[in-house]
């Protein structure tokens, strides 16, 4: 996956000129292993109160070896092909400016979809394109699919963010659409997939597709399956060449000590084994859950999806958002995203907060309820 080519070379030279110029800020624990007398980082020599083994004292390992390799391993690829990131947030906005050129690069988003790459993209002055998600109907129910157009509308744009399963509408993409559009877009874009919730999906991940595809990135996340929200740790895989600019501009020091060590702890093979269980749990209640919903009168249509969540019309959304918080339950309003109009995204939860919100369903009658 790291041997040089002639399509290497490309995907850097799609980086913004400053950026390929810009020699990285080279900080103390970068430099130089963390061994010997460390007089070289203005650290205080002591240990806090508290420290627990941790020597917060010190600055952290820019890319801790240990987590970047355990990772690695996780998503089956090199450690050479992964930067740990503050969440995929993270990962998003360094793509946005290694690539972007403010004023003069765009970029493509296929809504309704997670609102940070284009936040993140008008951030940096880079126009949003939108190529709408399509519905259809299928034997399985209803679904969102990517714009028969989206390929023109790719043209001329910098990168082009696709998400699956996506958010909110939990479908996933065909890979052989996305391995088409990183071909036909080599010499002029990236393409990124963002697989937040790839390990909810039957699906796997895209990785393999990253062999023939220098301009692919991934983004991963130990937020959702891995129940690590709180640590704000995501990766970006992609060539090496990719992962060296964005190091470039990343913080000198963005992954706290005891978070790394919590995110290595949680990715134990006991941990892991916990975790399926957890997962196997949250795809039955989702089927439960999807039941309920099915039959709610309040509820005029469910995207089943392939994440830990369900996107559902309602008769009143806002109304079915609103009765559901005074009755101690939040959703997530969606309405305000293209052709999403009354929709509601609802998280699944533990069985007894399921439990809660299937009893709130049932009594809910939105043609008799207040406003
Ligand atoms: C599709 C998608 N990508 C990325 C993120 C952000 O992930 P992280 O917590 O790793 O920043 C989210 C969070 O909800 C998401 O839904």
Same mark, same amino acid.
């Given at each position: 996956m790291n041997s040089p080519d002639s399509n290497e070379q490309g995907v850097a030279d799609l980086a913004r000129p400053e950026i390929r110029a810009l020699e990285a800020y080279a900080s103390a624990r970068a430099l130089a292993d963390s061994a010997g007398i460390l007089l070289n980082a203005n650290e205080n020599p002591w240990p806090p109160a508290g420290d627990e083994g941790l020597a917060l004292n010190r600055y952290p390992d820019p890319q801790p070896a240990g987590l970047r390799q355990r990772l690695a391993e996780l998503y089956g690829t090199g450690a050479e092909n992964l930067l740990i990131t503050r969440g995929s947030d993270?990962?998003?906005d360094l793509l946005l400016r290694v690539f972007c050129r403010p004023g003069v690069d765009r970029v493509l988003v296929c809504p309704p979809c997670f609102g940070m790459y284009a936040l993140s993209a008008r951030v940096q002055g880079a126009e949003v394109v939108e190529a709408p998600l399509v519905e259809r109907e299928s034997e399985h129910g209803y679904a969102f699919d990517l714009a028969p157009d989206? !390929?023109?509308?790719?043209?001329?744009?910098r990168i082009v963010f696709l998400?699956?399963? /996506? /958010?909110?509408t939990g479908n996933t993409i065909d890979a052989d659409r996305v391995a088409a559009l990183a071909e036909a877009r080599a010499e002029t874009g990236l393409v990124v997939v963002d697989e937040a919730y790839v390990e909810f999906a039957p699906e796997t991940s895209m990785l393999t597709l990253l062999e023939r595809h220098p301009n692919l990135v991934l983004l991963r996340t130990l937020s959702k399956a891995h129940a690590l929200a709180g640590c704000r740790l995501g990766s970006v895989i992609a060539r090496p060449e990719v992962i060296g600019l964005l190091r470039r501009i990343i913080a000198p020091y963005p992954l706290p000590t005891p978070t790394v060590a919590i995110a290595l702890r949680a990715l134990d093979d006991d941990a892991l084994a916990a975790e399926r269980a957890h997962l196997e749990m949250l795809a039955a209640e989702r089927t439960r859950l999807i039941e309920v919903l099915e039959a709610s009168p309040g509820i005029s249509r469910v995207w089943k999806g392939a994440? /830990?969540?369900?996107? &559902?019309?309602a008769v009143d959304g806002k109304r079915l958002v609103a009765e559901a918080a005074r009755a101690g339950i939040r959703l997530r309003d969606q309405s305000a995203q293209p052709g999403l109009a009354d929709c509601v995204r609802i $998280? &699944?939860? $533990?069985? !007894? !907060? /399921?439990?809660a919100l299937i009893d709130f369903l049932r009594q809910w009658h939105p043609a008799e309820s207040p406003a």
């Open positions: 993270e990962g998003i989206l !390929e023109e509308k790719a043209d001329g744009c998400c699956s399963p /996506n /958010n909110p994440a /830990n969540f369900v996107l &559902v019309r $998280t &699944v939860g $533990t069985p !007894e !907060e /399921n439990a």
